[in-house]
């Protein structure tokens, strides 16, 4: 597929810490790639269902709604501002960058990153998530318009032959990009949004979970390849959370509305463990330091233990419909888990960011946090 225009999403976190001061980065840029669990409003300007740049989406972030599927700050959003709501140093150099300078039309719906930033401005990253987006290509078509994994690889090839005119020399280029942080979280679509949706996909008839775990891995370790060839050094690998327990799979099969769905989350782990074994193939590359967050612990413990995080409501999202959806939206919002039937409020996003820079338990990472790896 040709490209013939690309336009960007710098990286950014939550213009609520714009009056906080700018620490040091602590690496010069960020590559964030996946879904809906860290697309910053990359899904605004194209033709999708999967868009959430209206209230009460951005009800606590300080611009108002963004394109973030939450009340507020993404995990990425955490991890660009390790220690959210507090002085901290910036992970990267423009992860705090936030607005939109233009809106200019993409010539291919797997193009949809629409804000453009000019120069230097590239040299600190680039969101390329997008909601609904999948690993698979077919992935979240009943949504519409979206950029699977491959276009956002496709647009960070792009980004990288912008970024050798802007510092002249391709070693120069790689040297910078050596040092960068990639973030991907990808996969959680491609359970909800294909294998567990029959009336859409067939996949959960052609495949049983280890099949399709493989097949997703297939692809998965192809892009990961191409990232690394053009670059990647210091990648993070972040693992599917638990899905079978979010309020709408909750709504839709669990006996009781309470208890998660363990054939949902059972296939999740085995992609997961797919994913560890991806970093360890992976590290074997010359110059290469993959690491796997494993967000699936890092959730279970946040529902086991909910009362020690100040979580009263495990089950049901603080805006929405239905029966685990909530009401819109709720005034106990630090509260809830969820925002959505589908996503994870502010406050446990800060849990999550926070845990994947810096791991709380030895089982929250492997091999290493996001703080290890920015210091390499």
Not at 36 to 57: E, F, H, K
Not at 100 to 108: E, G, I, M, N
Not at 224 to 231: A, F, I, S, T
Not at 301 to 325: E, P, Q, W
Request: charged share 15%; aromatic share 12%; net charge negative.
């Amino acid at each position: 597929m040709e490209v013939r225009r690309l336009v960007w999403l710098v990286a950014a976190v939550s213009l609520a810490l714009a009056s906080m001061a700018r620490g040091d980065p602590q690496v010069p840029c960020y590559f964030i790639f996946g879904d809906s669990l860290v697309d910053n409003g990359n899904n605004n300007y194209i033709v999708s269902l999967a868009r959430a740049n209206y209230p009460p989406y951005g009800i606590d972030f300080a611009g108002g709604p963004s394109g973030r599927f939450t009340n507020g700050l993404t995990t990425v959003d955490v991890i660009g501002w390790p220690a959210a709501r507090s002085h901290a140093h910036t992970l990267a150099a423009h992860s705090r960058r936030e607005g939109c300078h233009a809106a200019l039309p993409a010539s291919d719906l797997w193009i949809a990153v629409i804000c453009y930033y000019h120069g230097d401005q590239l040299l600190g990253g680039a969101n390329f998530a997008s909601a609904a987006a999948g690993i698979r290509a077919e992935t979240g078509q009943q949504l519409g318009g979206r950029i699977p994994f491959a276009g956002q690889v496709q647009n960070y090839q792009t980004a990288v032959e912008t970024l050798v005119n802007i510092l002249g020399d391709q070693d120069t280029a790689s040297d910078h990009l050596s040092r960068c942080i990639f973030s991907i979280g990808m996969g959680s679509n491609d359970y909800l949004n294909n294998y567990f949706m029959p009336a859409f996909y067939n996949t959960g008839s052609r495949y049983n979970p280890e099949q399709f775990a493989d097949a997703l891995i297939a692809d998965y370790r192809r892009y990961l390849q191409v990232l690394y060839n053009y670059g990647a050094r210091k990648v993070v690998m972040i693992g599917v959370g638990q899905v079978g327990c979010s309020p709408n799979e909750l709504a839709r099969y669990s006996a009781d509305g309470v208890t998660c769905v363990d054939r949902i989350d059972g296939a999740i782990q085995m992609f997961n463990r797919r994913l560890v074994g991806l970093v360890d193939e992976f590290n074997a590359l010359p110059g290469a330091h993959f690491t796997f967050i494993n967000a699936y612990n890092i959730f279970a413990d946040i529902l086991a233990n909910a009362a020690s995080y100040g979580f009263t409501v495990t089950n049901a999202g603080c805006c929405g419909v239905g029966r685990n959806n909530g009401q819109a939206p709720c005034a106990n919002r630090d509260e809830h888990i969820f925002w959505d039937a589908f996503h994870p409020s502010e406050a446990a996003n800060i849990i999550v960011g926070r845990r994947s820079y810096r791991a709380g338990s030895p089982n929250d990472v492997y091999p290493m946090d996001i703080s290890t790896l920015a210091a390499i």
